[in-house]
């Protein structure tokens, strides 16, 4: 079974700046990988995913991804962050062997402060 | 607009009863999805459903009973044997099993 890792429980990260937030999975069999958004008392919405191609995964509000097959790795990244990005990142692989198993990180908390 | 509509948003359980808590779509997904959110421990499967009137076990299924006798629902019994109930209930459905999942907006569940 695979297993996903979200390294940083909580991210603070000032305004303006630059952010990674860091995903690794287990397994290096063939996956589509996911991030996530939750803000407070919601559901999760889809920032972006990787399927095949293009290794760098562009999604909404100005967030990307770059899948490394060698590292097992798809972190997600921001050049300059807002105050409204502060939310909860959930990382989550499909294992493309074992279908209807997503496979979710414990979440990251990102505080943009002033 | 299509999505997935859960209800209620807050649901308070006494000790000994059954809830159940609902998940509509309206996306003509075909799977679809239960998870339960606790604190720092992101996201745990319950119950899935590939299809109308079949439904498998997820990792944490005990003291959980589902239900899929339309398309567009997939209602979640909490049972009296669940003794730890009080969570964050997040529904699901996709179109493909392995593809993107997109999420209702939840129900929280405490305890009385």
């Known amino acids: 079974a695979q297993s996903v890792t979200q390294l940083d429980s909580q991210v603070p990260v000032f305004e303006e700046a630059p952010v990674e937030l860091r995903c690794n999975y287990s397994?290096?069999?063939?996956?589509?990988l996911f991030w996530y958004v939750q803000y407070p008392n919601q559901g999760l919405q889809l920032l972006l995913k990787y399927l095949s191609g293009s290794t760098l995964v562009k999604g909404i509000n100005g967030f990307e991804a770059e899948f490394n097959k060698s590292q097992t790795s798809f972190h997600l990244r921001k050049p300059s962050v807002h105050i409204s990005d502060t939310a909860e990142y959930f990382c989550?692989?499909?294992?493309?062997?074992?279908?209807?198993?997503?496979?979710f990180g414990s979440g990251t908390k990102l505080n943009v402060k002033p | 607009d299509g999505g997935i509509t859960q209800s209620p948003k807050y649901l308070f359980r006494k000790e000994g009863q059954n809830v159940t808590l609902s998940c509509e779509q309206n996306?003509?997904?075909?799977?679809m999805y239960w998870y339960r959110q606790d604190p720092g421990q992101g996201l745990r499967l319950i119950y899935y459903?590939?299809?109308?009137?079949?439904?498998q076990k997820g990792d944490i299924a005990e003291g959980y009973s589902v239900s899929r006798e339309k398309k567009e629902s997939f209602p979640l019994t909490v049972t009296s044997a669940q003794k730890n109930p009080t969570a964050f209930y997040l529904c699901a459905s996709s179109d493909r099993p392995q593809e993107t999942q997109y999420f209702g907006p939840g129900t929280r569940l405490l305890v009385l």
């Open positions: 996306l003509n997904h075909d799977a």
């Open positions: 397994s290096s069999v063939s996956v589509y």
């Open positions: 459903s590939q299809i109308v009137n079949d439904f």
């Open positions: 989550a692989v499909s294992d493309l062997y074992n279908f209807n198993k997503f496979y």
